[in-house]
């Protein structure tokens, strides 16, 4: 038991308290990874589902002032209605492959009164603010549109300034147009009658399972592979105790004290220099004096 009495040094107990936090933060990263790979095939299956679903009337999945459940985004809802072209909101930033551009968001107002917030595709375009000029029109009179349905944003982004936003809300598009609105927003898949002027319609999610796997699986593989260096570094050291030679380890460690010697060798050896500087020059000016 002896030659394993070098572990109650100061140098292998903060070794091997590191080591220990190394390996439960691999570990809590690789959990979270594969926590976040469950979350991805949940979120994955309800798409797959809502996809797969027959377009359903507006106001069977969407109800004004209220969120969007999570299991609805994705589902497939028609609605009747006049586009109310005087509302357009621009928003902003919208790029595609590395190209400045725009999302067209225009309020449907349905027989009932209430408009839903339909996101009408994207156009290349170098519109900072509301102007809606130049922007490809959507059709007049009654039109059926059929759209997914998609989740409010939140935060600053969702703020609307001269009917122009970063991100839809319907609460703060709704307040900006003064008008009821579904909660929620579709991204616009057809309309009927069809714009003369189409845009390029919004993609639907990648269902694949992305990379969370291989990195729960990589974190893991850095946390066995510092236990796996502790040991060995352990049999290495006690392996050169016993042979009455200096370890790989202890050999790193010296190195670095004797650098850190000659590093702070050399500071005093400037410091001593300044310092005879300095009182030579204050002996030659109380010589001038």
Known sequence: MRSFLFLVSRRW???AVAVVLIAWACWWLGEWQFHRLE?????????????SLPPAPVASVLRPGSGVSDRDEWRLVTATGTYDTDHTVVLRYATRDGQSGVDV???LVTASGTALLVDRGWTPSDNRGGDTS?????PSGQVTVTGWVRVDATGDSAAVTDLSTRAISSVEIGKAIDTPV??????????????????????LPELDNGPHFFYGLQWWFFGVLAVFGFFYLLYDER???????????????AERKQKKAAKQAQKQKVRAAYQRAYAAEREAKAGED
């Open 134 to 138: 130049t922007l490809p029109a959507p």
């Open 13 to 15: 107990l903060s070794f």
């Open 39 to 51: 979350d991805r095939k949940a979120s994955n299956a309800i798409v797959e589902r809502n996809e």
């Open 239 to 253: 392996r050169a105790l016993l042979r009455g030679e200096t370890s790989a380890a202890a050999e790193a460690m």
């Open 182 to 203: 579904y909660g929620g927003f579709v991204d616009l898949k057809s309309e009927d009658p069809p714009a003369a002027d189409t845009l390029e319609p919004t993609e």
């Open 105 to 107: 968001v225009v309020p």
